[in-house]
């Protein structure tokens, strides 16, 4: 008989039972027991994937100065579970998913993943949200210490561009019918909360904080919070508490409109120079909508940074009205302006007059990584433009500076945006410059951008010889699939060939299988169809790659009756992914014969997300059923 107990109070839905034929292996961190299980096929993946556990249950403990609470932590890898991972109490659930190889590894890091999830021990077991309105400081803390951790392994660039990410993640959610408040007590089923509100916003919004605080002030409120309020149930209102009381400022306004209200500033800029002043005007004009409960003015702090002829200079300003206009003193024309330097504020921004030689400037100089990728991201766009116009010579000063973001950026995520920009220029240098780096940069994210980039360069017996030797060289799983997509761009009338001979190379969880599927859904062959169809139905294949038949399948344009006709069947397969992938397909597919079945499943759907989605394919809940 075997007996557990844990003598530390916390919520019953944390609770689980793991069984099954495990490997398991042991280590130990600061006198605590840790194990990591997963299925005896992928042994040899296991210690590479939770080899960071020590380190990351130091840093929290760190951070909240509050040791890891439970007395042991272990982390299972279980087949077929629905999400990334669960925090059960000392007892981590995860996707077998994040198990994977060397070329795997180059990929993804599922660090990212193993830290939002030993995260919650704290924010989320130790401390639990009262009710689901406030879920928010479960998982907003979870992935706000994710961030954290980020930057202390791989530093302020790559914390910098997580936070941006997950702040656009955030505001590509909070629009139209999706704009919310972070508390909230309207859903339908707690799932409905589980979106980016939770997650990356609520994040973006404690980074806010920090910003308006100061990291030592922000850090002691943080650990005042944990400390006060471990084992208990917390609202949005305990954590306002902590903070006030730690930095001795009234925080009504921050919390009313940005955790009880809705949206984010939407600003419209534009500077002028007065030289015989010497000084630069700044106009800022915020522009969202507030019919919805947007704030018409959010009132924030931001920084401003201006460099001109004798340097950088920053000016932190607060903003409080709709429209401002700022003047500051300069050492002649100014070379850039940056609003919101560090990129605090979760934000739409538009520059009205903001012209090539001062995106130049800040791609090749700024010292914040977010506006470099900006930047260059923005030069891409007007490189095609101007390619367009054949103004060739402003095309290639624009790809002179890109290929030195390419060539010097220390920013992979800045390279990466580079190598996407320079597949708009369409220039000789720039497709020389993408092929020595789609083969030498240390990033597999760098090369995988750099073969994506190349496609837009036509057919070229050399291009698709650079894309087979990507694939042969084997980098990665997704560096062989970017260097496979090109032969098929590059060589279209040998594309089926080639990628229906790869189909049977072995990887982890079949990803590459997947990802050639889904490019060969992409192809005008006779016999697309029937491949897919028949990599769909092998259940010998990972979840993964057929769903990615499934999905693929469902774009075709021929045979669309027959095709989705087909993919009904899988909603009744064993597999999560598979059935998403069929309800994805069918609600955007709409035929009679979809409506029907998905109405006949609706009652089934195992989540909230797949029962929105039916809903929404059928146009409103009220069909549901009928």
């Not at 994710?146 to 629009?175: P, S, W």
Request: charged share 30%.
């Amino acid at each position: 008989t075997e007996r557990w107990s844990m003598t530390i109070p916390h919520p019953s839905y944390l609770v689980t039972l793991v069984a099954g034929e495990f490997k398991v292996a042991e280590k130990e961190w600061d006198g605590l027991p840790l194990q990591f299980l997963a299925e005896p096929r992928y042994a040899q993946w296991i210690e590479p994937l939770f080899a960071k556990t020590p380190d990351i249950l130091e840093f929290f403990s760190n951070v909240t100065q509050v040791r890891y609470p439970y007395p042991k932590y272990s982390q299972a890898c279980v087949d077929n579970f629905p999400w990334g991972g669960m925090e059960n109490i000392s007892a981590t659930t995860l996707t077998p998913l994040a198990l994977t190889d060397e070329r795997g590894r180059r990929d993804t890091d599922s660090g990212g993943l193993l830290a939002h999830e030993a995260a919650h021990q704290w924010f989320g077991d130790l401390l639990t949200c009262k009710d689901w309105s406030h879920i928010w400081l479960n998982e907003g803390f979870a992935t706000y210490m994710t961030l954290l951790y980020l930057e202390k392994t791989d530093g302020l660039d790559a914390f910098r561009i997580g936070m941006r990410d997950a702040q656009d993640r955030y505001v590509e959610k909070d629009r139209g019918a999706g704009r919310r408040p972070t508390v909230t007590s309207l859903w339908r089923d707690p799932e409905d909360l589980m979106d980016e509100h939770a997650y990356a916003g609520a994040a973006a919004r404690l980074n806010l904080l920090r910003f308006i605080l100061g990291d030592g002030v922000f850090q002691d409120g943080l650990r005042a919070y944990v400390a006060a309020n471990a084992g208990r149930s917390v609202v949005t209102a305990d954590f306002q508490r902590a903070m006030e009381k730690v930095s001795g400022r009234g925080l009504d306004t921050f919390f009313q409109q940005w955790f009880y209200g809705r949206g984010y500033p939407e600003f419209d800029l534009d500077w002028s120079f007065d030289a015989d002043e010497e000084t630069i005007r700044i106009e800022v004009r915020q522009v969202q909508g507030n019919a919805d409960g947007t704030p018409a003015v959010f009132q924030v702090p931001v920084e401003i940074v201006v460099r001109d002829e004798g340097g950088t200079v920053s000016h932190r300003v607060d903003l409080r009205k709709r429209r401002e206009v700022f003047e500051f003193p300069v050492a002649g024309r100014p070379i850039y302006v940056r609003f919101d330097h560090g990129s605090w504020i979760p934000k739409e921004v538009t520059w009205r007059n903001r012209g090539v030689r001062e995106l130049l400037a800040i791609a090749h100089e700024d010292d914040d990584v977010t506006g470099r990728r900006e930047a260059v991201r923005a030069l891409g766009e007007r490189a095609g433009t101007l390619y367009a116009q054949r103004k060739l010579d402003e095309v290639e000063t624009i790809v002179a500076e890109l290929v030195d973001r390419l060539t010097r950026d220390s920013s992979k995520a800045v390279r990466a945006a580079a190598a996407e920009a320079l597949g708009k220029a369409a220039s000789l240098e720039a497709r020389e410059r993408l092929l020595t780096a789609a083969s030498r940069d240390e990033e597999a994210s760098v090369r995988e951008a750099c073969l994506d980039a190349l496609t837009a360069f036509g057919v070229s017996p050399d291009l698709a010889a650079a894309g087979r030797s990507a694939f042969d060289e084997g980098y990665s799983w997704r560096t062989m699939a970017a260097g496979a997509g090109l032969v098929a761009s590059a060589a279209p009338n040998e594309a089926y060939a080639y990628l229906t001979e790869k189909l049977f190379i072995d990887s982890p969880h079949d990803v590459l299988r997947g990802y050639l599927l889904t490019r060969i859904g992409e192809l005008e062959n006779a016999g697309v169809d029937e491949q897919l169809r028949r990599w769909a139905n092998d259940e010998s294949s990972d979840p993964t790659a057929r769903a990615a038949a499934i999905r693929a399948l469902g774009k075709r344009p021929r045979d669309r009756v027959a095709n989705h006709r087909f993919v009904l069947r899988f909603l009744e397969d064993d597999s999560f992914a598979v059935r998403a992938a069929a309800v994805d397909v069918l609600a955007d597919y709409g035929g009679g014969d979809a409506r029907r079945a998905l109405r006949e499943y609706y009652p089934l759907a195992r989540s909230s997300q797949e029962r929105r989605r039916i809903e929404r394919a059928l146009s409103s809940p009220g069909l549901v059923g009928s």
